[in-house]
C-alpha cells in the first residue's frame, strides 16, 4: 500500500512564504509524476504544479513565477515551495502522484491522493 503524507501547511500573512512537503512511502518501484493540487472554499479542486521523473515541471498560470515544486527522488518526496503568497492561495493542498508497485507491475501505475494540508493566507 502507498501513502502520500503532506506536512507545511498553516497561517500565513499575505505576501509570506511556506513550503510543502510530500512523501510517499510503501513498497514503490516507480514514481512517474507527482504533484500539488488545491481546493479553495466553495471551488473546485485545481492543478497548482506538477513534476515529472525527468524533472519537467508544469505550472498552472496563477503561481507560475511564484511557487517552485521540486523532489528528492532519493526520499520520495515532492516540495512546493510558495512565495508572495496572496489571500487567493488559501485552501487544502493535496498531493497527487503516479506510482508504480509490486502490485500495480502488469497494470501500471496507480494514481494516488494525499489527505491534504491547509494553507490559509491572512490578507
Known amino acids: 500500500q502507498v501513502h502520500l503524507v503532506e506536512s507545511g501547511g498553516g497561517l500565513v500573512q499575505s505576501g509570506g512564504s511556506l513550503r510543502l512537503s510530500c512523501a510517499a512511502s510503501?513498497?514503490?518501484?516507480?514514481?512517474?509524476?507527482m504533484g500539488w493540487y488545491r481546493q479553495a472554499p466553495g471551488k473546485q479542486r485545481e492543478l497548482v504544479a506538477t513534476i515529472g521523473s525527468d524533472g519537467s515541471t508544469n505550472y498552472a498560470d496563477s503561481v507560475k513565477g511564484l511557487f517552485t515544486i521540486s523532489q528528492d527522488n532519493a526520499k520520495n518526496t515532492v516540495y512546493l515551495q510558495m512565495n508572495s503568497l496572496k489571500p487567493e492561495d488559501t485552501g487544502v493542498y493535496s498531493c497527487n502522484a503516479d506510482i508504480l508497485t509490486m502490485l500495480t507491475l502488469y497494470s501500471g501505475p496507480k494514481n494516488y491522493w494525499g489527505e491534504g494540508t491547509l494553507v490559509t493566507v491572512s490578507s
Open positions: 510503501g513498497i514503490i518501484l516507480r514514481i512517474d509524476r
